[in-house]
């Protein structure tokens, strides 16, 4: 049980979990390119004891390996699952009392302590640009806080156990706040400070606002989980920490005595700057947009302050064992929230919010003479309507019927769809909806579309193993090349417009359906580079999926409509780069070089061998 973040970075090194780089580097680029690189070798924790230009340290890395994060939580997590499940299913409580006492009382002592009033002691009052200002990619728009703990308050109930502690990204300097007196803060409408925020600006009154970094593990994990309903982030953090979160008030802002930095401020109703880009967990920039800037009160800094951060990139990166970790803890959440559903899994390699494989209940069956998707698409309904799930463009969904299934065992799930979904039957939009904001693939921030395709009953096709003959030496199109079973992909022009796309694709579904049946490759993704997305899964699942908004760009062979649904023979997808959308990210190769110097012979990173 670790009482702050020290502890943990002493506890992690003494156990060969961390590494420290005495070395003097650069914030701009340099913590970011050496972190991504250590983290794709599957390397420790990173201690940066001499970070240029400010007089903390900082770390990162720390959830980095899955094995590493339940090491830092040994001896608090079974209690902590124990005590999500009875959250998700009270009744255990009642029907086994006595195995459950304990539990309950560690949820007792895990309730937040308030610890009188006035700066904690220990902390002194610094400024923004004290800060360790870190910058991680060439294109963004100045240095960010990529771990926060973002708190607030309901307006309309204060206290801390109607609270929300949320990660949202924060932005420290560039573009046109205030140095030192103004951040910006990234978040959507929906989110617990969103309402907080619209109530607040409801009375005419500034939100308060305190912004916790560092602290016990714990406390960041806090900030990521998807909770069960009445269950505080603050006595999340306290039961997987194993000690009560401690807390006071300033000048009416919330002060974490356990964190390492605390920023205080206020965000004004209608009060917006241009904030990112931003180079985000999609593998793309996330442009500059108008979002809430915060008025900076006091920012505190703790005796020996430790600053954490993380590097988001195209996945995976450290913050896929974040999912893993909520995984983990959460268990069957997703059962006791959408009954019928026995699984979902957000996939990684796609960005997380673009694609979502699932496996439901299809109960209605036995009263059905043909066996098609009916309860499941109840289901799909439930499921992308429920939180964050809201926000994916593509949803797989099946049910068991003769043999077990394994969301994560992608291929063998998307075969298993492949071979049994009706194209004229199974493909159903949803337009002019909401996706993720850091998604560009849509028609406009948070504007997009989404499809669901559910397939179930006995396999409809044997999926091609090879490229078919109809899509070789079609004119204009070149390099098709299997990906898996019943999905190629094939080259094409580069982009220009929506308008030129519709007439690429009526010819190139006239020429397809002139080569005769293609029966077995029901998925053709077209794309920029044929030979790079069908190189590895990952590179398939990326650009497909984030490159591609389905009412935009999903088109067929012989596709039509009847009684108002959309179907086709063949599906094409169309992913290539669109001009709307943002760049990709791309790593300096001067920084890249700069960098070798800290994995050289008797440099501090010496051990960690790079590729």
Known sequence: MYRNLEECIVDLEKHGHLVRIKEEIDPYLEMAAVHLKVYEEGGPALLFENVKGS????????????????????STWDRTQKIIALRDDPMKALKH???????????????????????????????????????????????????????????????????????????????????????GLHYQIHRGIGVHQAKASKKGEPLKVSIFVGGPPAHTLSAVMPLPEGLSEMLFAGLLSGR?????????????????????????????????????????YSLTHPFPVMKVHK???????????????????????????????????????????????????????????????????????????????????????TGQLSLAKY?????????????????????YILERIDLRRDIHFYTNTTIDTLDYSGTGLNTGSKAVLAAYGDAKRELCREAPDGLKGLRGYENPRLVMPGVVAIQGPAFESYDKAEREMKALSEALAAQGPLEGCPMIVLCDDSTFVSDTLSNFLWVTFTRSNPSHDMHGVNSGFEHKHWGCDNMIIDARIKPHQAPPLVPDPGVEKNIERFFAKGASLENVKLK
């Not at 590493?68 to 939580?73: A, L, T, V």
């Not at 020996?304 to 959440?333: K, S």
């Not at 059905?368 to 698409?377: A, I, S």
């Not at 949803?395 to 075969?415: C, Q, S």
């Open 395 to 415: 949803l797989f969904i099946t049910a068991e019927e003769k043999r077990p299934l394994d969301t994560h065992d992608i291929v063998g799930f998307m075969t």
């Open 299 to 385: 920012v505190y800094a703790k005796q020996n302050a430790i600053w954490p951060f993380t590097v988001v990139g195209r996945p995976p990166q450290e913050d896929t064992a974040f999912g893993e970790l909520i995984h983990e803890l959460t268990g069957d959440a997703i059962k006791q929230e959408i009954p019928g559903v026995k699984e979902v899994h957000a996939v990684d390699a796609a960005g997380v919010h673009p694609l979502l494989l699932a496996i439901g209940s299809e109960r209605y069956t036995p009263f059905q003479r043909v066996k098609q998707p009916t309860e499941m698409l109840t289901l799909a309904n439930r499921i992308l309507g």
């Open 244 to 284: 009560r979160f401690r807390y006071s008030y300033v000048d009416g802002y919330c002060i974490s005595h356990d964190a390492d930095f605390v920023i205080t401020g206020d965000i004004y109703p209608d009060d917006t700057k241009p904030e990112g880009p931003f180079g985000d967990h999609l593998g793309y």
């Open 97 to 183: 009392p006595f195995q459950n006492i304990g539990n309950g009382i560690g949820a007792l002592k895990a309730l937040p302590m308030k610890k009188g009033s006035g700066v904690p002691a220990g902390f002194r009052e610094i400024r923004i640009s004290d800060l360790p200002q870190i910058r991680h990619w060439p294109m963004d728009g100045g240095a960010f806080v990529t771990l926060p703990q973002v708190y607030s308050e309901d307006p309309d109930k204060p206290g801390l156990m109607n609270s929300n502690l949320g990660m949202y990204r924060i932005q420290l300097s560039g573009n046109d706040y205030e140095p030192d007196h103004e951040i």
């Open 55 to 74: 007089a903390f340290k900082a770390v990162s890395n720390l959830f980095g390996d899955i094995a590493r994060s339940k090491f830092m939580f040994r």
